[in-house]
């Protein structure tokens, strides 16, 4: 079963790999964004039908998934800048120092959106979960099998939810 998922998810992103290109005045372009056939969107989760993905934001959430640790390093948002920053999907280090903070730089600065999701189980695969809390808070990034920063989890990070967040078409 772990097996049939990581070669379904491999698929997934050689095929969003395919559709995504750059456009001069942005990483992003609209172009060559597309929603997910049929057989690759149960995949991608119960929202995916409505979104055009770029491709990488699936290849950030590889990245993450490569570089996490099996224990929190209380790094979440260093790990999730690298793993945006490596897979081109942001041109710069983001500068905000706070995980919580985040969805808020990310949409501003990067050109990112927030999903009406309430319930990160129900966020596309590639979408960066942000959360809140009194101090920090945390950010990770949704993944086929659960969701990773700086760790990898089946379950969402224990913390009041804020929004998750994806490079629209």
């Not at 590639?126 to 920063?149: C, K, M, N, Q, W």
Request: glycine fraction near 6%; hydrophobic fraction near 45%.
């Amino acid at each position: 079963m772990q097996r049939s998922v990581s070669i379904l998810f491999l698929a997934a992103a050689a095929l969003a790999t395919a559709l995504a290109a750059r456009a001069d005045d942005s990483l992003y372009d609209a172009r060559h964004a597309t929603t997910p056939p049929p057989e690759v969107a149960h995949f991608l989760g119960p929202k995916s039908g409505g979104i055009n993905y770029d491709a990488r934001m699936i290849h950030a959430a590889q990245i993450a998934m490569s570089r996490a640790y099996p224990h929190p390093t209380w790094r979440c948002w260093h790990f999730v800048k690298d793993a945006l920053i490596d897979a081109q999907v942001i041109d710069s280090r983001p500068t905000s120092s706070w995980a919580k903070q985040a969805g808020d730089e990310l949409c501003r600065r990067y050109g990112f959106k927030k999903l009406r999701v309430r319930n990160p189980m129900n966020a596309p695969v590639g979408a960066v979960l942000v959360y809140g809390g009194a101090d920090a808070g945390h950010v990770e990034i949704r993944t086929a099998t659960g969701f990773v920063s700086d760790f990898v989890s089946p379950t969402p990070y224990p913390r009041p939810f804020i929004g998750a967040y994806v490079k629209p078409a």
